[in-house]
T-cell receptor, first 114, second 109 residues
Framework: DAGVIQSPRHEVTEMGQEVTLRCKPI?????LFWYRQTMMRGLELLIY????????DSGMPEDRFSAKMPNASFSTLKIQPSEPRDSAVYFC????????????FGQGTRLTVV | ELKVEQNPLFLSMQEGKNYTIYCNYSTTSDRLYWYRQDPGKSLESLFVLLSNGAVKQEGRLMASLDTKARLSTLHITAAVHDLSATYFC?????????FGSGTQLTVLP
């Protein structure tokens, strides 16, 4: 398996623009997590899906952030409009819910909002 | 609110020395994970600890779990430069996978 695949790897955008981050989880995994990592706040859980259904989105910072998982093999995290304080590395991770295995992380998307 | 606290946050150690990183958590759980992150890279799974008293070892790293004390440790034996990285513990509760702040380890020659 190719692992968790995220795209793009790097994104530079201007303030106010819409940004869409993409994630393909490991085939067969039924849990998907979106995290944001910054120096100041560390790793923050934004949202968690189980069987394509959002279970906990309490970490989504504002209404500007939205996430979808239309099927088991694809998820998006959208920021609209983007702001400079959204600059961070965004990680997607997947795992098997109900099993005791760990979550596997994608390579991340480094977002810079100027 | 689930809290996962690691200490120390920063650790510089000489090659060949031993040290321990601590991970305390605030709720009952028996699923504790350790990850490693190199600068600019993703997180790599190191250990999965699933029960009280669990101990896992890989090379110079050994992780243990005490669910009664709500404590996990990552012990480094005879450190080498290649171990320089940031180490995270993470706790799996019913709905979340919550990470500690990370311990940035630097092994000096």
């Amino acid at each position: 398996d190719a692992g968790v695949i995220q795209s793009p790897r790097h994104e530079v955008t201007e303030m106010g623009q819409e940004v869409t981050l993409r994630c393909k989880p490991i085939s067969g995994h039924n849990s998907l997590f979106w995290y944001r990592q910054t120096m100041m706040r560390g790793l923050e859980l934004l949202i968690y899906f189980n069987n394509n259904v959002p279970i906990d989105d309490s970490g989504m910072p504002e209404d500007r952030f939205s996430a979808k998982m239309p099927n088991a093999s694809f998820s998006t995290l959208k920021i609209q409009p983007s702001e400079p304080r959204d600059s961070a590395v965004y990680f997607c991770a997947s795992s098997l819910f109900g099993q005791n295995t760990e979550a596997f992380f994608g390579q991340g998307t480094r977002l810079t909002v100027v | 609110e689930l809290k996962v606290e690691q200490n120390p946050l920063f650790l510089s150690m000489q090659e060949g020395k031993n040290y321990t990183i601590y991970c305390n958590y605030s709720t009952t759980s028996d699923r504790l994970y350790w990850y490693r992150q190199d600068p600019g890279k993703s997180l790599e799974s190191l250990f999965v600890l699933l029960s009280n008293g669990a101990v896992k070892q890989e090379g110079r790293l050994m992780a243990s779990l005490d669910t009664k004390a709500r404590l996990s440790t990552l012990h480094i034996t005879a450190a080498v430069h290649d171990l320089s990285a940031t180490y995270f513990c993470a706790l799996r509760s019913a709905r979340q996978l919550t990470f500690g702040s990370g311990t940035q380890l630097t092994v000096l020659p």
